[in-house]
Nanobody
């Protein structure tokens, strides 16, 4: 499966953005655990949210209430809605897929397929 992110850009603080990750090359991509990560300048890659085969979601504490992960299987697309953007949300955002149907963690080692990323820049 190939993963291609889109939807990033330059946004004012307080605004919103919806990131998309389109999966191609495998019809049953949505059977697997999918997640969003980000890596800010000078920071380590951070797991943000995951969604499994059964649409159960997992969020890291720092984004709960502002970030929403979802998927549209008909469109082969994974989404990340980000509201109330802050300058510290500036990062490259990646989607990723695991081999499992259930998401066990937001540890990047669990994920085996990655997109190329989409940049989100938040200005104050």
């Amino acid at each position: 499966v190939d993963l291609v992110e889109s939807g990033g850009g330059s946004v004012q603080a307080g605004g919103s953005v919806r990131l998309s990750c389109t999966a191609s090359g495998y019809t049953y991509w949505h059977y697997y655990c999918m997640a969003w990560f980000r890596q800010g300048p000078g920071k380590e890659r951070e797991g943000l949210a995951s969604i499994d085969r059964y649409s159960s979601t997992l969020y890291t504490d720092s984004v709960k209430g502002r970030f929403t992960i979802s998927k549209d299987t008909a469109k082969n697309t994974l989404y990340l809605q980000i509201n109330s953007l802050k300058p510290e949300d500036t990062a490259m955002y990646y989607c990723a897929a695991a081999r499992n149907y259930v998401c066990y963690s937001l540890n990047s080692l669990e994920y085996v397929k990655w997109g190329q990323g989409t940049q989100v820049t938040v200005s104050s």
